[in-house]
């Protein structure tokens, strides 16, 4: 069992690799620390019948949250032996779905306005037991229209047979889905960029992630 496990986790980075979306050895190393914080997290908030459903955001653009999002999700498949969908809801941008070679595809808009089958929105990676959502063809101003009060119910009914759903969620700000996402979230990781630590701005949403009622996982310094 343990060779057929590290025959897997090899075969799953060389297809990664061939991608151009393997991380390198000692960045993996941190993510599967980070997937073993949230796994200790998570066994609290197993619910049979639904997902842990956890959303990565940053407070500025180019902090790196969609790397954070897909090697999270990676790092968890590879320790928890546990199907997990990454779900991208950065609207409009694609950069998950777009080095899969998937974007521009129906995904969440599409499911949350129920024009499109979980089939559909729901592609394979080359990793086992990791699957994305994309984002689908809404822009992100025409997110801020979609019916996330559905988020629960894809949970229960559409996608219950996975153990983890991370959220690559958009910038946190009002001018985002992402305040319309999170109340739905069990949990949320915080991604921020090394040189533009703003301790104001990170308290700021510490409050407004209280305010909306979801749990802070952890903190991600990136580019350090």
Same mark, same amino acid.
């Given at each position: ?7 897997? +986790? ?7 690799? /061939?991608? *151009?979306? $393997?991380? &390198? @050895?000692? %960045? ?61 809801? +950065? ?7 777009? /080095?899969? *070679?998937? $974007?521009? &595809? @129906?995904? %969440? ?116």
């Amino acid at each position: 069992m343990i060779e057929n496990t590290m025959n897997r +986790d090899q075969q799953d980075r060389l297809r990664a690799k /061939r991608m *151009g979306i $393997a991380p &390198s @050895a000692s %960045l993996r190393r941190h993510f599967v620390a980070l997937a073993r914080q949230v796994l200790r997290w998570g066994n609290d908030k197993v619910s049979a019948g639904r997902p842990v459903t956890i959303g990565v955001t940053s407070l500025n653009v180019g902090a790196g949250k969609s790397t954070v999002s897909y090697n999270l999700s990676a790092a968890l498949c590879s320790i928890a032996r546990s199907r997990t969908l990454l779900i991208e809801s +950065d609207f409009g941008q694609h950069y998950i779905t777009r /080095r899969l *070679g998937q $974007a521009r &595809s @129906a995904g %969440l808009s599409e499911l949350l306005i129920n024009v499109a089958e979980i089939e559909e929105v729901v592609h394979e990676t080359p990793l086992t037991d990791l699957q994305v959502m994309g984002c689908g063809r809404k822009s992100d101003q025409e997110a801020l229209e979609l019916p996330f009060d559905y988020l629960p119910d894809i949970f229960a009914e559409k996608i219950n047979e996975y153990g983890y759903a991370i959220f690559d969620l958009p910038v946190s700000n009002h001018l985002t889905a992402c305040h319309a996402i999170i109340p739905y979230l069990d949990g949320i990781i915080l991604t921020v960029e090394a040189n533009q630590i703003d301790h104001r701005q990170i308290n700021r949403f510490r409050k407004a992630a209280a305010n909306l009622g979801v749990e802070i996982v952890g903190m991600v310094i990136n580019k350090s």
